[in-house]
């Protein structure tokens, strides 16, 4: 790791961490921050729940929305993409009979979450190699005169990939389209969310935004706003969107009221510079890991995310979702965090990107995976 910078994290020094788009580390200033603001809930809880948060999560969901290049009174505050997704559903009352397109690439909890409320999953089925405009079709063809959403992901978790949203919801229209955009936030620039012309994004800031856990945003058309409702009903119950969403109850609202201080470390790393800087390692550090395994990049025509990317394995090397758990606790064992990936039978590691990481993670990646495969017992392919 960077030493000037990885003395900002508290990351355990004797790991090679490659894997920041999964939970994110939270900075040692930011997670300082969130243990002064829940010391001051506890100095004076009555002061806290009735004076103090109201303003705090305002001026947190004010910094939020202006992030992620919203309007004003368009985004809310919840605590992952997985919470929007369940918010969506409930708001346009997705049931039984109702039909929900999701993709192959998509992150499962939103296809369970349409599931659990009696829906239907049809899936948008397209390749890593494919070009953006067999993207758009895939969901074309899903969708049929029972669908009531659409899910695409801004960035695919599994693959690492950035989808055409803009071209699908155009596509697809009038089907409402929510975009699971869980590690745009701080990692993908250009973000004009107001012109996507979608009906729902949904963005963790957990991830690349450097803020505590339990903070992420929805933002919902003017069309629709109306209907959304938290999923707990409580003190903010009558109010209008977005602050209809601020207090609930006595949850800890303490990752919420750090969320300009996660900010505020994203842009005293470097802000997009250094997200430059990341997508270039993380290119640079993706090639020395696929020579040594004498493999090549899976992308093709889709734009890889320059937060995230994959490295193939070698033929029959993770497979199976069984396989590349495997092949994660072998990893793991010896100190390298780096997800493998089983996608449409063939096997991959998802690399990532973040300010702590420099060449020296990725050689070592590199030098150590030969000894960690030659135990692994041969598999097949199954499939394209």
Request: aromatic share 6%.
């Amino acid at each position: 790791m960077r030493a000037d910078i990885a003395e900002l994290f508290e990351l355990d020094p004797t790991l090679t961490h490659l894997n920041h788009g999964a939970f994110g580390a939270v900075p040692r200033s930011v997670r300082e921050a969130q243990d002064r603001a829940r010391a001051r809930i506890e100095a004076a809880p009555m002061r806290a729940f009735r004076d103090e948060l109201p303003a705090a999560l305002e001026a947190a969901r004010e910094a939020a929305t202006r992030f992620v290049g919203g309007a004003a009174g368009s985004t809310a505050l919840v605590r992952n993409v997985t919470e929007a997704v369940g918010v969506v559903l409930q708001g346009l009352d997705v049931g039984p009979g109702d039909e929900v397109v999701v993709s192959n690439h998509g992150y499962l909890t939103a296809g369970w979450s349409a599931e659990a409320r009696g829906a239907t999953l049809r899936t948008a089925t397209f390749g890593v190699d494919d070009r953006p405009t067999d993207v758009v079709a895939a969901f074309a063809a899903a969708v049929t005169e029972r669908t009531r959403l659409v899910v695409i992901d801004q960035v695919t978790s599994p693959t690492a990939i950035v989808l055409p949203v803009a071209q699908v919801a155009e596509t697809v229209a009038p089907v409402p389209v929510l975009v699971d955009a869980a590690h745009v936030p701080g990692a993908l620039p250009g973000l004009d969310v107001e012109a996507l012309g979608v009906a729902f994004w949904a963005g963790n800031l957990h991830k690349w935004s450097y803020t505590p856990r339990a903070a992420a945003t929805l933002w919902v058309a003017p069309a629709h706003r109306a209907a959304m409702r938290p999923l707990v009903t409580s003190w903010a119950h009558g109010l209008p969107f977005p602050e209809r969403f601020d207090l609930q109850g006595t949850v800890d609202h303490s990752a919420w009221v750090t969320v300009p201080d996660g900010l505020a470390a994203w842009a005293d790393l470097g802000g997009w510079e250094q997200v430059d800087r990341n997508a270039e390692l993380l290119v640079r550090g993706a090639d020395h890991v696929a020579a040594a395994l004498g493999t090549q990049s899976p992308h093709g025509g889709i734009p890889a995310a320059p937060c995230l990317r994959l490295v193939a394995l070698p033929d029959g090397v993770a497979t199976t979702t069984d396989a590349a758990e495997e092949l994660w606790q072998r990893l793991s064992a010896a100190g390298l965090v780096v997800p493998p990936v089983a996608f449409d039978g063939r096997g991959y590691l998802r690399l990532a990107a973040a300010p702590y990481n420099d060449e020296d993670d990725y050689a070592r990646l590199a030098a150590a995976l030969p000894g960690v495969l030659a135990g692994l017992p041969a598999r097949p392919a199954t499939g394209g």
